[in-house]
């Protein structure tokens, strides 16, 4: 049985055998057990980071340390309202800062501290701890968003090089071109991130939606 430590463009933290493209972590979620307590996060410092750095080992929820957390690629993992890592991904955290430095017209540059204080308003309701969407025209939505159809909310779909798919842990199934006709659908990506986007921050999504290794 695997471990209950990956995570969905929903934000939920799921039983999954695949292996993902990159860690994350929210604080410490398990106990003794390696089993999720009723928390799902500790703080608002939610991050993506590398599988490898340094030559750094962690034995995977070791009791007392973080827990490490698993994402398909970045694309979902940005949907589920995580930002990249200042240390073992300096260069896309930089190129993601400058992005939301763009996207929300600010005229400084913004720290870790300042994006994860906006993004953890973003990220769930207080009330059900329940992803927070909002509704929005799909063709307003740039490259690397997620949203779900209000008929089908428990399939994430995502926006790619004007198509549409469908994710799974294992990685997207084609659902073919975005309709002519626009509609409104309901974005799961924080409304921060979809700023950051559409700014030009580019994520790693799946090897098997962009053909690369």
Same mark, same amino acid.
């Given at each position: &049985?695997?471990? $209950?430590?990956?995570?969905?463009?929903?934000?939920?933290?799921?039983? @999954?055998?695949?292996?993902?493209? +990159?860690?994350?972590?929210?604080?410490?979620?398990?106990?003794?057990?390696?089993?999720?307590?009723?928390?799902?996060?500790?703080?608002?410092?939610?991050?993506?980071?590398?599988?490898?750095?340094?030559?750094?080992?962690?034995?995977? &929820?070791?009791?007392?340390?973080?827990?490490?957390?698993?994402?398909?690629?970045? %694309?979902? /993992?940005?949907? %589920?309202?995580?930002?990249?890592?200042?240390?073992?991904?300096?260069?896309?955290?930089?190129?993601?800062?400058?992005?939301? $430095?763009?996207?929300?017209?600010?005229?400084?540059?913004?720290?870790?501290?300042?994006?994860?204080?906006?993004?953890?308003? $973003?990220?769930?309701?207080?009330?059900?701890?329940? $992803?927070?969407?909002?509704?929005?025209?799909?063709?307003?939505? #740039?490259?690397?968003? +997620? +949203?779900?159809?209000?008929?089908?909310?428990?399939? %994430?779909?995502?926006?790619?090089?004007?198509?549409?798919?469908?994710?799974?842990? /294992?990685?997207?199934?084609?659902?073919?071109?975005?309709?002519?006709?626009?509609? &409104?659908? @309901?974005?799961?990506? #924080?409304?921060?991130?979809?700023?950051?986007?559409? %700014?030009?921050?580019?994520?790693?999504?799946?090897?098997?939606?962009?053909?690369?290794?």
């Amino acid at each position: &049985m695997p471990l $209950q430590n990956r995570v969905s463009p929903f934000g939920d933290i799921i039983s @999954d055998q695949g292996r993902g493209l +990159f860690m994350g972590n929210r604080g410490i979620l398990h106990g003794n057990t390696r089993t999720l307590a009723k928390a799902r996060w500790r703080h608002a410092h939610w991050i993506i980071c590398l599988t490898s750095f340094k030559s750094r080992r962690r034995t995977v &929820m070791t009791p007392g340390k973080y827990t490490e957390l698993f994402f398909s690629d970045e %694309a979902s /993992a940005l949907a %589920a309202g995580h930002r990249p890592c200042a240390e073992c991904r300096r260069a896309a955290y930089n190129d993601f800062r400058s992005a939301w $430095q763009i996207g929300h017209d600010l005229e400084h540059q913004v720290g870790a501290n300042e994006m994860d204080r906006v993004l953890h308003r $973003q990220r769930v309701n207080k009330s059900d701890r329940r $992803q927070i969407t909002y509704r929005a025209p799909l063709s307003s939505l #740039p490259d690397g968003a +997620f +949203f779900s159809l209000t008929t089908d909310s428990g399939t %994430a779909i995502l926006k790619y090089n004007n198509q549409l798919w469908e994710w799974s842990f /294992a990685g997207y199934t084609p659902l073919g071109q975005i309709p002519l006709r626009d509609e &409104m659908v @309901d974005v799961r990506t #924080p409304q921060s991130i979809i700023r950051t986007l559409a %700014a030009g921050y580019t994520p790693v999504f799946h090897p098997n939606l962009t053909g690369k290794d």
